[in-house]
């Protein structure tokens, strides 16, 4: 597969080849247990996220690692609807809550093959993976594991911009009800641009991929810790996805 690197002028980089967002709505069945496995984690200090990327040069506050746990948890019940769809018996998404330091070994195993769930919001068109996480074979160091395949998927709603917009982005603490009513009023979609093979991502390791920590991506996001990348251009359909 030929990769397209980001178009790059000093230190900016430019997206420039996306693929447009396909939303699908979400079981609100699904979205109500990922709510309450998010909240638990993050506020309700039940399990525990780190609260820093690998690299990265900020710590996060739970109202962050809400976002992002509740994006990605919701990211994985999206596979799973879609691999079901595709004739696949497959388990549902673990909702066990974890300590701090300890991670399950794979977001899904089907046919020996383990599969990653990475996931964005509705408007990125970036696969990142952190390069502090991963060895030059693609292997994942913080659990030791070699994934088979690597799934993104997009969510809509933007997460994050909800919890900014009512002032609860950088909270640690924030009663349920009032989180919830926000999460609740809005209708949540996915869609899954595609996915990688370890080769892939070897590829991409091996030719320097990389967005580097402080780059500016599109004008207006900068990087808080430097990424392998992959435009979603670039993804294999998901459909051809044979496990």
């Not at 309700?44 to 746990?69: M, V, Y």
């Not at 979609?189 to 030719?207: A, K, M, S, V």
Request: net charge negative; charged share 25%.
């Amino acid at each position: 597969m030929n990769f397209r690197m980001l178009e790059q002028i000093q230190n900016a980089y430019t997206i420039n080849y996306g693929k447009r967002f396909n939303g699908l709505k979400m079981n609100d069945d699904y979205i109500n247990s990922v709510f309450e496995f998010s909240y638990n984690m993050t506020f309700g200090k039940i399990g525990a996220h780190r609260n820093n990327r690998s690299g990265g040069q900020f710590s996060r506050k739970n109202g962050e690692l809400f976002a992002n746990t509740f994006q990605g948890k919701l990211s994985e019940f999206a596979i799973y609807t879609h691999l079901k769809s595709m004739g696949y018996a497959i388990d549902l998404p673990l909702l066990e809550m974890w300590e701090l330091g300890k991670w399950d070994e794979s977001d899904f195993e089907l046919s020996n093959k383990k599969i990653s769930v990475k996931s964005a919001s509705f408007f990125s068109n970036l696969l990142l993976l952190e390069t502090n996480d991963w060895d030059d074979s693609g292997k994942y160091i913080p659990n030791d594991i070699l994934y088979d395949i690597h799934v993104l998927v997009r969510i809509k709603p933007d997460v994050k911009g909800l919890l900014r917009a009512n002032r609860l982005f950088f909270s640690d603490e924030v009663d349920i009800e009032l989180i919830r009513s926000i999460i609740f009023k809005e209708v949540f979609e996915y869609d899954i641009p595609g996915f990688l093979t370890n080769t892939d991502i070897q590829t991409l390791i091996q030719n320097r991929f990389i967005i580097p920590q402080n780059a500016m991506l599109n004008g207006k996001t900068r990087m808080d810790a430097e990424n392998y990348y992959c435009q979603s251009g670039n993804l294999r359909e998901i459909d051809s996805l044979i496990l």
